[in-house]
């Protein structure tokens, strides 16, 4: 069932926070009576971020949920920051998300920090496991050598502060004064209305609008032909989770260059498979950047191992294998 904001809710900033939670309360009501209606129903899995809002949408869920007889999987795949160090800070709201979480019978996180994180707080251990995003193998297309080449960056995601997308401009700013051939594709939509002018703004004010494209939002195969045309993948973002992008561009034959926050630093080994940098920090990356284009070969033929080590760990199917056995064991 869809719960909660919609996709369209990107483009619809205005809507009242009363029309909001109406479209809460007209959830909740489908959902408590589907679960009355079908009483094959056993397992409900809800799939908040550690954001306050999400939290409680879906703590509320899942308290119907426990008293309707029900088996809850609370996969949180999303991970906030700043958030978390308030819980840390506050021993009210502390108590109150791990009351909720230990409700739960299964929690699934998506990285090691992540667990002892919920285990410091009070979380239940034995309840926690670790999984990851994935992506479907089958849309991936076969990757095409582009030996000789200028190095191409791709940034494919939303297109907002928060992933790191200014620091982008500078380090490309800096690659230019330096002399470096390279081009940077911006894929994504704004985080509202005025981000993809305010970032042009700054590209066309450092002078570096000519190594730059912004494409827009993209889906489907032409996302996986873009992931294709491109030699390494940037997401230097001030926190994740586990972004389903990169696993996309690694599967793609990608060299990665990103932070290491939430899943990141476990999916992107430094020096092997990426090159990870410091948040906010523009220097660094420009850096990073700078040596994937002085190594142009050496980086392709790391890119191209990604296509294997991806598959391996995070094609669907294996994390479909895995999150299916979570389950059965709850039917057990």
């Known amino acids: 069932m869809e719960i909660g904001s919609r996709s ?12 909001y939670i109406r479209l809460y309360l007209n959830d909740l009501y489908k959902f408590i009576a589907t679960l009355r209606r079908d009483r094959q129903i056993r397992i409900i899995m809800l799939n908040p971020s550690l954001i306050p809002i999400p939290l409680i ?30 819980l840390s800070r506050s021993h009210f709201l502390k108590a109150v998300v791990v009351f909720l979480l230990n409700r739960s019978d299964r929690i699934l996180v998506l990285a090691n920090k992540f667990k002892r994180q919920l285990c410091e707080w009070g979380a239940t251990a034995d309840r926690i496991m670790i999984t990851r995003t994935m992506f479907d193998g089958d849309l991936v297309p076969p990757r095409h050598g582009r030996n000789g080449k200028h190095i191409q960056f791709l940034f494919l995601s939303r297109i907002s502060e928060t992933k790191g997308i200014r620091e982008i401009i500078r380090a490309a700013s800096h690659l230019k004064q330096k ?75 990608l060299f990665v260059i990103s932070t290491g926050v939430g899943a990141l630093s476990e999916v992107v080994e430094d020096g092997v498979n990426g090159l990870i940098v410091e948040p906010g920090n523009w220097e660094d990356l420009a850096q990073k950047m700078m040596w994937t284009v002085a190594h142009s070969e050496r980086v392709r033929a790391m890119g191209k191992d990604n296509i294997q080590y991806a598959f391996h760990f995070y094609e669907a199917d294996r994390i479909v294998h895995q999150i299916g056995t979570i389950c059965e064991e709850l039917l057990d």
């Not at 369209?8 to 926070?17: A, F, W």
């Not at 949408?57 to 991970?79: E, Q, T």
């Open 57 to 86: 949408r879906d703590g509320i869920l899942m308290l119907f949920s426990k008293w309707m007889g029900r088996n809850v999987v609370l996969f949180i795949r999303g991970w906030d920051v700043q958030f978390a160090d308030t």
């Open 179 to 253: 002399g470096y051939d390279f081009h940077v594709h911006i894929v994504g939509f704004g985080r509202d209305a005025d981000t993809v002018q305010r970032i042009k703004r700054l590209a066309a004010d450092l002078g570096v609008t000519d190594r730059l494209s912004f494409t827009g939002f993209v889906d489907g195969n032409l996302k996986y032909h873009t992931y294709g045309n491109a030699d390494v993948f940037l997401l230097p973002s001030y926190s994740e989770g586990c972004p389903n992008s990169v696993l996309e561009a690694m599967a793609s034959g």
């Open 8 to 19: 369209s809710d990107y483009y619809l900033k205005g809507k009242s926070k009363i029309t």
